[in-house]
C-alpha cells in the first residue's frame, strides 16, 4: 500500500525529516510519537503533497505521490484526506456545509462558489454526522460547538471524500481528555469498520498505545523505532525522547508512570 524510501525534507541546513524510510502493507492504525520538531507533522504534509519533499520516494498502491501535479495532485488529496489539530472548519458556516465542503475537489467552480450541493450529497452528509453522533447539530454553525464537536466535524468532512487512507495531525492536542477519547474512539471505528489506514501524529504515549497497531518513534527527523505497542517501553520512550528527558511534561499527559510500573 503506502511505501516511504529514503525521504528527506530540508528547510535551509535543517533536515526536517531525515531518510525516512517504512512501509504499510495493509491497512493499520499507525500512531507517530516525538517531541515537538521530530518531523511528524512535516512527514504528513509531504503524504498530503501539502508540502513538497526534497528528495526520496513516497508511493501509494504503486502510484508515485511526490511526482502528482495538478488535477492528478487534486485526486490524490481527496484520497488522502487530513484532519487537522484546529479543525480548519469554517466557523460561521453550518455544519453540514462544513462536511459538504469534502466534496470540494469533485465539484465544478460554479458549484462551488455557490454552495450548490447534490441531495445524495447532503444526505450522505447528515448519514456521516449521524455516524459521528453530532447529526442533531447538523444546521449549527460549526463556531457553536465544543472542540470535541469540532474535531468530529472535521472527520466526517474527511469522510465526505471517501478516502483510501486519513492523516491526522495531533487531531487530540487541544482537546480535554473526555473529548479526546471521542475523537480517537471515532477514528479507531473508521479503521476497524472501513479498513481504511489512518496515520496519527501523537502527543501522549499512552494514546499511541491504547489506540494503534503500529508505533513509529521520530526524534530530530530520524525514525529511531517501528514497532507495537507492546514493545513502546520505557527504555524505547527514552530513546524517542531523549535519554536525558526527564519526562515531566509528557507525564502529565501520558499517565508515563503506568509505563514505569509495568517495566521497573
Not at 458549484?111 to 450522505?124: E, G, L, Q, S, V
Not at 460549526?142 to 470535541?148: H, N, R, V
Request: with cysteine.
Amino acid at each position: 500500500m503506502l511505501s516511504v524510501i529514503g525521504l528527506n525534507k530540508l528547510f535551509g541546513q535543517n533536515k526536517a525529516v531525515d531518510d525516512l524510510t517504512f512501509q504499510v502493507d495493509r491497512p493499520q492504525f499507525v500512531g507517530i510519537i516525538g517531541r515537538s520538531g521530530a518531523g511528524k507533522s512535516t512527514f504528513l504534509r509531504m503524504v498530503n503533497r501539502l508540502t513538497d519533499s526534497t528528495s526520496g520516494s513516497l508511493t501509494f498502491e504503486g502510484r508515485d505521490i511526490l511526482g502528482l501535479t495538478g488535477a492528478a495532485k487534486r485526486a490524490w488529496q481527496s484520497d488522502c484526506a487530513m484532519i487537522f489539530q484546529q479543525f480548519n472548519l469554517v466557523p460561521r458556516m453550518d455544519v453540514v456545509s462544513n462536511v459538504l465542503h469534502g466534496t470540494l475537489n469533485q465539484r465544478s467552480t460554479l458549484a462551488t462558489m455557490f454552495n450548490m450541493f447534490p441531495k445524495d450529497d447532503i444526505y450522505r452528509a447528515i448519514d456521516i454526522l449521524e455516524r459521528l453522533g453530532i447529526a442533531e447539530n447538523a444546521s449549527k454553525r460549526a463556531e457553536a460547538l465544543s472542540g470535541g464537536q469540532q474535531q468530529r466535524v472535521a472527520i466526517a468532512r474527511a469522510l465526505m471524500q471517501n478516502p483510501k487512507m486519513i492523516l491526522a495531525d495531533e487531531p487530540i492536542a487541544s482537546l480535554d481528555p473526555m473529548n479526546a477519547q471521542i475523537v480517537m474512539d471515532a477514528l479507531r471505528r473508521i479503521h476497524d469498520e472501513d479498513g481504511r489506514t489512518v496515520i496519527a501524529n501523537l502527543h501522549t504515549l499512552d494514546t499511541a498505545r491504547r489506540y494503534c497497531d503500529r508505533i513509529i518513534g521520530m526524534r530530530d527527523g530520524r525514525k529511531v523505532f517501528d514497532g507495537t505497542p507492546a514493545q513502546l517501553t520505557l527504555g524505547v520512550a527514552r530513546d524517542i525522547y531523549g535519554a536525558e528527558a526527564d519526562f515531566t511534561e509528557e507525564a502529565t499527559s501520558t499517565n508515563l508512570s503506568v509505563l514505569k510500573k509495568e517495566y521497573a
